[in-house]
């Protein structure tokens, strides 16, 4: 297979857009099933997950391989919905192209924008897909204008819909001025209708001269009014997307079988290769500042990007790769620059869907799942231990929503256990960690559906039944002001004790993290105890202090201190800068930090102020509102997490059930001291009853 020839495609887009029927026609146009699976039915091949099949959406991204005239196609088809926001940053970090699928009556709806923006984020070459041509209300020019007044996309329509609604029969191709009619699951290939000729003039003249901006040739042709050659035209066009300069607009009705086929041209005329995209760039191991390039070739040295992981109950964890180059075979060794580690593979297996098949090798381009990385994760580089170089991770987003979670029966206690490691390790959004305080187990995650699918997660795949909390807002603690606190531990009463003396300097550290700046000076502390120092204050920041929740950033400097030659250890300086730490933190002011989220609603006009009024209630503010599309408007604000429990019902009550919202994360802002004392108060309270 020719790197040349290749491509590696993501399907992406807002909620119910028809990503995954969309990628049920093309497993049936190239032939890859001879049956299209529904996602009603709960037969779709992408949805092979249970949770998938029993609530009709995507939740995890997957994988599966096609061919279109002659040219291999991996397509990854990601979920729609915000909870699952992880996947399609994985998923956009790998491919080399997109169809962004929009629907004909929704247009640009909230997540599409987020999805949109994660693909520029990763400056992803895009065609879109206007679905759903066949819906009542369905708008095809007022979806392209939406892209380009909300994404700033320069969409420029390469087909025309003949009809809309019910009568939507066919499409008019712009480039080459053919109209292909669609009966059952033929598309005809007819004269265009003589009602469609001024359109597709307009359409036509819209496209040269939005090419003519960008290209010499075409602006030459143009002037001089003379024929512009198909092969020139859709040579210019397909550069002009691999630029990221224009994203040709096509359309159909993937339910009804039509514009299937005419799509797959486009991805094959239009979206790019792993050649066209060209050499990746890594950093040096040892020198952040200098830079390496590995273009896709079998003979150069090998790198890949790890960016999900699977746990099989038959052939265990597989680890899912992009190869960008060099060649891959079964036992070769890989270095793994994120962990330091050599790697061994194991199997190499293509992927389909739920399925898979062994191969011997791969190679540049390539998506493939390894059996038997022992320490590989998300977003590690795995590479030709003669050659390292670390390539750009995937941003993983914080989680924000927690539960209390325990098993029903005390003996699946180490099984628990088990399921959290092994689900945490597939999905990096998804934390959990034992709170040796209260005994008790706490899952973070995205949000309640996101953590709702875990536990149906635990309970089919590891058959262990728990018992779980309300949801509860993942906090986090900071400081306000500087402060140097100083704390001697010493336990020495006779025999081998216990001592050690720190002094430090803690400070905030805007938006910056943990940062530790070690200033000892004559070897007052040994240099062996630094990094003991270090996991003590480590250790105060993962309990937190002010209200048991992590504490983030802050930099604390170690300026003096003491030592004994026989009373000093690893575990006092630990203890001690522990201690010294949490005693100096509830001295500089300690704020709890909440989540705050950035919401987008959809609601139709005479329930704005209603919707505005209960959100200010909530401690939201409003950023912007904008007109949506006839008769309704689109607001955009931010409003903390713990206000948003339940908003579903409550906007669905507000609306009489026709708004939608969808928000993702913002950042952490500080509370209100008001609000500070109460979450206080509320857990000292639970403390004491417990």
């Given at each position: 297979m020719s790197v040349?020839?290749?491509?590696?495609?993501?399907?992406?887009?807002?909620?119910?857009?028809?990503?995954?029927?969309?990628?049920?026609?093309?497993?049936?146009?190239?032939?890859?099933?001879?049956?299209?699976?529904?996602?009603?039915?709960?037969?779709?091949?992408?949805?092979?997950?249970?949770?998938?099949?029993?609530?009709?959406?995507?939740?995890?991204?997957?994988?599966?391989?096609?061919?279109?005239n002659n040219t291999p196609i991996n397509i990854i088809d990601t979920p729609g919905h915000v909870d699952f926001t992880i996947e399609v940053e994985r998923s956009l970090r790998v491919i080399d192209g997109m169809v962004a699928?929009?629907?004909?009556?929704?247009?640009?709806?909230?997540?599409?924008?987020?999805?949109?923006?994660?693909?520029?984020?990763?400056?992803?070459?895009?065609?879109?897909?206007?679905?759903?041509?066949?819906?009542?209300?369905?708008?095809?020019?007022?979806?392209v204008s939406q892209m380009n007044q909300y994404l700033d996309a320069n969409a420029i329509p390469f087909q025309i819909p003949i009809g809309a609604e019910n009568d939507f029969t066919g499409l008019i191709d712009v480039i080459e001025e053919k109209a292909y009619i669609f009966k059952e699951y033929e598309r005809i290939e007819a004269d265009v209708p003589d009602e469609y000729q001024e359109a597709l003039r307009n359409a036509r003249e819209l496209l040269i001269e939005k090419?003519?901006?960008?290209?010499?040739?075409?602006?030459?042709?143009?002037?001089?009014?003379?024929?512009?050659?198909?092969?020139?035209?859709?040579?210019?066009?397909?550069?002009?997307?691999?630029?990221?300069?224009?994203?040709?607009?096509?359309?159909?009705?993937?339910?009804?079988?039509?514009?299937?086929?005419?799509?797959?041209?486009?991805?094959?005329?239009?979206?790019?290769?792993?050649?066209?995209?060209?050499?990746?760039?890594?950093?040096?191991?040892?020198?952040?500042?200098?830079?390496?390039?590995?273009?896709?070739?079998?003979?150069?040295p090998f790198s890949a990007l790890a960016f999900k992981l699977i746990n099989d109950p038959y052939v265990g964890q597989q680890t899912f790769i992009r190869i960008y180059s060099g060649t891959l075979k079964g036992g070769m060794q890989l270095f793994n620059t994120t962990k330091g580690k050599m790697e061994r593979t194991g199997r190499i297996?293509?992927?389909?869907?739920?399925?898979?098949?062994?191969?011997?090798?791969?190679?540049?381009?390539?998506?493939?799942?390894?059996?038997?990385?022992?320490?590989?994760?998300?977003?590690?580089?795995?590479?030709?231990?003669?050659?390292?170089?670390?390539?750009?991770?995937?941003?993983?987003?914080?989680?924000?929503?927690?539960?209390?979670?325990?098993?029903?029966?005390?003996?699946?206690?180490?099984?628990?256990?088990?399921?959290l490691a092994?689900?945490?390790?597939?999905?990096?959004?998804?934390?959990?960690?034992?709170?040796?305080?209260?005994?008790?187990?706490?899952?973070?995650?995205?949000?309640?559906?996101?953590?709702?699918?875990?536990?149906?997660?635990?309970?089919?795949?590891?058959?262990?039944?728990?018992?779980?909390?309300?949801?509860?807002?993942?906090?986090?603690?900071?400081?306000?002001?500087?402060i140097e606190c100083e704390y001697k531990h010493a336990k020495q009463s006779g025999g081998k004790g216990q001592f050690a003396q720190t002094v430090l300097r803690i400070e905030p550290n805007n938006g910056n993290g943990y940062e530790f700046i070690d200033k000892i000076k004559?070897?007052?502390?040994?240099?062996?105890?630094?990094?003991?120092?270090?996991?003590?204050?480590?250790?105060?920041?993962?309990?937190?202090?002010?209200?048991?929740?992590?504490?983030?950033?802050?930099?604390?400097?170690?300026?003096?201190?003491?030592?004994?030659?026989?009373?000093?250890?690893?575990?006092?300086?630990?203890?001690?800068?522990?201690?010294?730490?949490?005693?100096?933190?509830m001295k500089a002011n300690p704020l709890l930090l909440e989540p705050v989220m950035r919401i987008e609603i959809n609601t139709p006009d005479e329930y704005i102020g209603d919707v505005v009024g209960n959100l200010n209630r909530k401690r939201g503010k409003i950023e912007s509102m904008r007109r949506f599309r006839k008769g309704s408007q689109k607001l955009v604000g931010f409003v903390p997490l713990s206000e948003m429990f339940g908003y579903a019902t409550q906007l669905r009550n507000l609306s009489s059930g026709r708004a939608n919202y969808s928000m993702d994360f913002h950042k952490y802002m500080p509370v209100t001291m008001s609000i500070q004392e109460e979450i206080l108060k509320k857990l000292k309270e639970k403390e004491n009853a417990r």
């Open positions: 040349h020839n290749l491509r590696n495609i993501g399907i992406a887009a807002h909620i119910d857009a028809g990503k995954t029927t969309v990628t049920e026609r093309i497993l049936y146009y190239t032939g890859v099933n001879r049956k299209m699976g529904e996602v009603h039915d709960g037969a779709a091949t992408m949805d092979f997950m249970k949770q998938e099949q029993e609530r009709g959406i995507t939740i995890a991204s997957a994988a599966i391989s096609c061919s279109w699928l929009f629907c004909a009556v929704g247009g640009v709806e909230p997540q599409s924008e987020t999805v949109w923006n994660q693909a520029d984020r990763y400056k992803v070459p895009r065609i879109a897909f206007v679905n759903k041509m066949d819906r009542t209300g369905a708008d095809f020019k007022e979806v090419l003519a901006d960008i290209n010499d040739e075409i602006m030459e042709l143009y002037l001089e009014e003379q024929a512009i050659p198909l092969e020139t035209l859709k040579n210019a066009a397909r550069d002009a997307t691999l630029k990221l300069m224009i994203t040709p607009v096509f359309c159909g009705a993937a339910y009804k079988n039509k514009g299937i086929q005419l799509l797959l041209d486009a991805v094959v005329d239009y979206l790019p290769s792993p050649y066209d995209i060209g050499a990746i760039f890594g950093t040096d191991i040892d020198d952040p500042e200098k830079s390496h390039t590995r273009n896709p070739g079998s003979k150069e297996l293509k992927i389909r869907a739920k399925d898979r098949e062994e191969v011997q090798e791969a190679g540049p381009g390539d998506i493939v799942a390894l059996i038997g990385m022992k320490f590989t994760k998300t977003g590690d580089t795995l590479c030709d231990p003669g050659h390292p170089l670390f390539l750009e991770t995937i941003n993983v987003p914080p989680s924000v929503i927690e539960i209390k979670i325990s098993p029903a029966k005390r003996k699946d206690q180490s099984k628990l256990g088990e399921a092994k689900l945490s390790n597939e999905d990096p959004s998804f934390n959990a960690h034992f709170d040796d305080e209260t005994e008790e187990t706490i899952a973070s995650g995205m949000g309640e559906l996101h953590l709702e699918i875990i536990i149906d997660r635990i309970k089919d795949e590891f058959d262990v039944e728990v018992e779980v909390g309300e949801p509860s807002v993942a906090y986090r603690e900071t400081l306000e002001v500087e004559g070897g007052v502390i040994p240099a062996e105890f630094i990094p003991s120092v270090n996991k003590g204050i480590i250790k105060a920041m993962k309990q937190g202090i002010l209200a048991g929740y992590p504490i983030v950033d802050v930099r604390v400097t170690l300026l003096d201190g003491k030592y004994h030659p026989v009373d000093s250890s690893d575990m006092a300086f630990q203890t001690c800068a522990y201690t010294c730490f949490k005693n100096g933190f």
